[in-house]
């Protein structure tokens, strides 16, 4: 690991601020991915700033009968929410199927969303990784693939993104709050706040330089009954090859969003129109346009498949 300096903010802004004005500054809070990455020299930052002083780990409604989730709400405290556990049930079982109990007890929210990808060539720092250098290239095309991308692809990167509670967070359509090195808010809606990997899969998110994010927003329970089904090569501590988060109406209308198929969590509010008529009609719709390899194709149908267990379960 590379020496850097360190210093604890006192507030969000500050946090921001600080980040803004050191050029290589991260920031550090639960530290369960980017740690790991620090000791790789996948990351090497300078200066990290300790965001845990925050007071941002409240779980608080809103005026119009959300929730509102501090971003440095603790993965299982968020899961054990009574409020979490009733109406928005997706996200609990969804965090509860992401790592084990020791790194949900440290995991934070914001950190979940923005942890990095598990693709084996990002790790590995004898490859060309776009991710990890810029223009270097993507050892993944023409690699190993079986646990990447099948959709939202491109030349320069076929990685997916790793995270649980990002997907339920896309299906129960949340918002991510902000704040930037000059003390302005912002609130980025769940599906504009990751990015499909294009010429710059680098560039993960839309957060602008520095910015920092201090809560996630759920909007008031849509009912339904909650299905997050994690299909992994193991029972427990491993990826998703394919995740379903869905929320399924009695008409038989609802959402669904897909994990471990995408750069990003993956949800295509058109194809739900189908959720009605069956799984095959709706997975139809989400992975149009899908350009899987010849080790990674199975992923299509497993997601049919699934889906299709968790519509049964989820009218039964």
């Known amino acids: 690991m590379r020496s850097f300096t360190y210093e604890r903010a006192s507030s969000p802004a500050e946090a921001a601020a600080a980040a803004a004005r050191t050029s290589g500054a991260k920031f550090i809070a639960g530290g369960t991915n980017l740690l790991d990455l620090m ?19 409240r779980i608080e ?63 590995d720092t004898n490859q060309p990784c776009n991710k990890r250098e810029p223009g270097s290239g993507c050892s993944a095309i023409g690699g190993f693939t079986r646990q990447l991308a099948v959709i939202g692809t491109s030349g320069a990167c076929i990685a997916t993104h790793p995270s649980d509670m990002a997907v339920a967070m896309r299906a129960l ?16 809606p769940i599906a504009e706040f990751h990015r499909l990997p294009g010429d710059t899969p680098h560039v993960e998110t839309t957060l602008a330089p520095g910015e920092l994010i201090t809560a996630v927003t759920l909007p008031r329970p ?4 909650h299905v997050y089904r994690k299909v992994r090569d193991r029972a427990s501590y491993a990826f998703a090859l394919v995740s379903v988060a869905a929320i399924v109406q009695r008409d038989g ?16 509010e058109a194809a739900e129109a189908d959720m009605p ?21 199975f992923k299509l149908p497993l997601v049919e498949r699934t889906l299709a267990a968790v519509l049964t379960e989820a009218r039964s």
Do not use: M
């Open 39 to 57: 000791k790789l020299e996948i990351e090497t930052p300078t200066h990290l700033i300790d965001v845990n002083g925050l007071a941002l780990d």
């Open 61 to 123: 409604a809103t005026p119009d009968g959300g929730l509102r989730v501090g971003a440095l709400a603790r993965n299982t405290d968020l899961a054990a929410d009574g409020r979490v556990r009733r109406d928005y049930a997706l996200l609990a079982r969804a965090l509860l199927a992401g790592a084990s109990g020791q790194l949900r007890n440290k995991a934070t929210t914001a950190g979940n969303l923005l942890q990095r990808t598990r693709c084996p060539y990002f790790y």
């Open 173 to 188: 359509d949340a918002t991510v709050e902000t704040v930037s090195p000059e003390g302005a808010t912002r609130a980025i």
């Open 222 to 225: 849509v009912g339904g009954t």
């Open 253 to 268: 209308s609802g959402r669904v969003a897909l994990g471990g198929v995408a750069h990003k969590p993956w949800r295509v």
């Open 277 to 297: 008529r069956g799984a095959k009609a709706v997975t139809a719709g989400l992975l149009a346009g899908a350009q899987p390899t010849h080790e990674n194709a």
